[in-house]
Nanobody
């Protein structure tokens, strides 16, 4: 059974930092793109960041560029999202996602390309 388990969310003041982790089990994701999405109340799920299988290619949504860093440790089957300079508008449930097959890099921001999702971790940024 494939599982993605996120951790590291919480409540932080604006300007603070959090590091999210996504641990995968039941499948090795080292050969696949991995991504983070987020969903705020009343809004659609939004792409945040993606990392290629080697880590050589990375993509971010414009609103987090320069503040968030995605990385992965394939030996641990784990993906991370370091979030710095957090803003109230970053408040959302953050989800880790992985595919069942290869994804074209031009499609990494599309939620329907991913087959496996974690349960989500809440990030709340107070002003």
């Amino acid at each position: 059974q494939v599982q993605l388990v996120e951790s590291g969310g919480g409540l932080v003041q604006a300007g603070g930092s959090l590091r999210l982790s996504c641990a995968a089990s039941g499948r090795t994701f080292s050969s696949y793109v991995m991504a983070w999405f987020r969903q705020a109340p009343g809004k659609e799920r939004e792409f945040v960041a993606a990392v290629s299988r080697s880590g050589a290619s990375i993509s971010y949504v414009d609103s987090v560029k320069g503040r968030f860093t995605i990385s992965r440790d394939n030996a641990k089957n784990t993906v991370y999202l370091q979030m710095n300079s957090l803003k109230p508008e970053d408040t959302a449930v953050y989800y880790c996602a992985g595919p069942s097959k290869g994804i074209s890099w031009s499609q990494v921001q599309l939620p329907h390309e991913y087959d496996y999702w974690g349960q989500g971790t809440q990030v709340t940024v107070s002003s």
